[in-house]
């Protein structure tokens, strides 16, 4: 992963890895986790200390810091990372019987960070604010534990102490939600704990999948050319990367940035597209064929192919293909753009016989237009209306139901395609058109 004299920078064998041990720790919790990676050189060099093991299970440095990360952190063996963390949850579990006196119920025990020598250490989180505070906390402790052994050594307080101080009703307190703490149940959102990638995020349906992911509590990378994809997906929890997915090592790069950001990989929504100009198969030019062919066929299938090393490690890993009402209904003029969304569709089909044995599910959403994209231009609704002799209105309710769909709507659709609704369907193909008589 590094050369000597150069900066490290965690690469794909590391980042499976990665993943490996955040499906891990993901199960033994019993929810989908986060899992930060912290490479910088101050990490590395506390996880590459002979007695690092010794030093960092001592036991935490404050209180207020216990009931964020445990008694002590997970310290992973790189020949058997599985079975440290298993031995992790089984010594925290018998923690807890020394100490219990019968009024206690076990917490949960998973690690909330761990020690990963040679790679630096990894912050656990259900959320990015929980990941975010857990791997705040790692980094003034190793700073910490560092300067008290310059200066001689430190010692925690009794493992009865850590104890006293991580069951104490009112310190729990500090973690539940406010309504908790009033008795208002909190629902947990679908997608909490959830890394979803999607691709052309900068707009129109793509856009609206990432923001309702996010909303429904994933944390979403976004894949755009669009350079202002940064500034478009902003928030904590979200980030925007500027990539030409008809590019193979962008690609690669872009989901190596993901994993390496947040842990691995859960829903893959494969929706960058391109429509272009209406043309006859007679009068079809190369340019435009071969580049429909790269952006609508061969991107997805590039994007896929890199995203499920870790989609293999994935918490109920799901995948999303934009496809289009044209692949079942398809339309004189638009061959360029309705053969390579077809194929994918096809793709799709195969994707989902290969992957299930790995429990990935594969489906394809068929939208037909949707208009509230930048698109459909009033300019460019009023020039299609009437050609069919329609109002803007008609014209956009040319369904069986008489009504528009909308980019919100298609990203409702993927959001249930990618949870708990669609747990037991592969290789469906849904359409959210309004119904068209054609498909029907």
Not at 102 to 128: E, H, M, S, Y
Not at 240 to 251: F, H, L, N, S
Not at 290 to 309: D, G, M, R, Y
Request: one cysteine or more.
């Amino acid at each position: 992963d590094s050369v000597p004299g150069k900066a490290f920078f965690p690469e794909h064998p590391t980042l499976q890895t990665l993943a490996r041990v955040r499906s891990k720790v993901s199960e033994i919790r019993g929810s989908a986790m986060l899992a930060q990676l912290n490479y910088g050189p101050e990490a590395r060099g506390f996880a590459n200390l002979p007695n690092v093991k010794e030093i960092a299970t001592r036991g935490t440095i404050t209180s207020d810091h216990l009931i964020r990360t445990k008694p002590v952190p997970a310290v992973l063996d790189p020949e058997n990372l599985e079975k440290s963390l298993e031995n992790f949850a089984s010594g925290y579990k018998a923690y807890f019987e020394r100490q219990t006196n019968g009024q206690q119920t076990c917490l949960d025990c998973a690690p909330r960070w761990g020690v990963w020598p040679g790679k630096g250490t990894v912050a656990f989180g259900r959320n990015i604010t929980e990941s975010g505070i857990v791997s705040d906390i790692v980094e003034h402790t190793v700073k910490a534990i560092q300067h008290a052994e310059a200066i001689g050594g430190w010692k925690p307080v009794t493992e009865e102490h850590l104890f006293e101080a991580e069951y104490w009703e009112l310190q729990q307190a500090k973690l539940k939600p406010r309504n908790d703490v009033r008795g208002v149940k909190n629902n947990t959102p679908e997608f909490e704990g959830k890394i979803a990638l999607v691709s052309g995020a900068a707009s129109g349906i793509g856009l609206a999948c990432a923001r309702e992911l996010f909303e429904q509590g994933a944390v979403v990378v976004g894949l755009d050319l669009n350079p202002d994809i940064s500034n478009i997906l902003s928030e904590p929890g979200m980030l925007g990367i500027e990539c030409d997915v008809t590019d193979q090592k962008a690609v690669s790069e872009a989901v190596a940035v993901t994993v390496r950001k947040f842990g691995g990989l859960d829903v893959l929504v494969l929706n960058a597209g391109t429509f272009p100009a209406g043309q006859t198969i007679e009068e079809m030019d190369e340019q435009t064929w071969s580049k429909s062919l790269a952006i609508n066929l061969t991107a997805p299938q590039q994007l896929l192919q890199s995203c499920v090393p870790f989609l293999k490690e994935g918490i109920d890993p799901a995948v999303i293909f934009m496809a289009s009402r044209n692949v079942p209904a398809p339309g004189p003029g638009a061959s360029a753009y309705s053969v390579p969304k077809a194929g994918q569709t096809q793709m799709a089909r195969i994707a989902a016989l290969e992957l299930g044995k790995f429990g990935i599910r594969v489906n394809i959403l068929h939208p037909d237009c949707v208009y509230d994209t930048g698109l459909w231009t009033p300019e460019a609704l009023e020039r299609s209306a009437k050609r069919y002799g329609l109002t803007v209105e008609e014209y956009k309710g040319r369904n069986v139901l008489k009504k528009d769909v909308k980019t919100k709507e298609v990203a409702r659709m993927v959001c249930a395609m990618a949870g708990s609704v669609f747990a037991k369907t592969t290789g469906a193909q849904i359409p959210i058109d309004g119904g068209n008589e054609r498909v029907i």
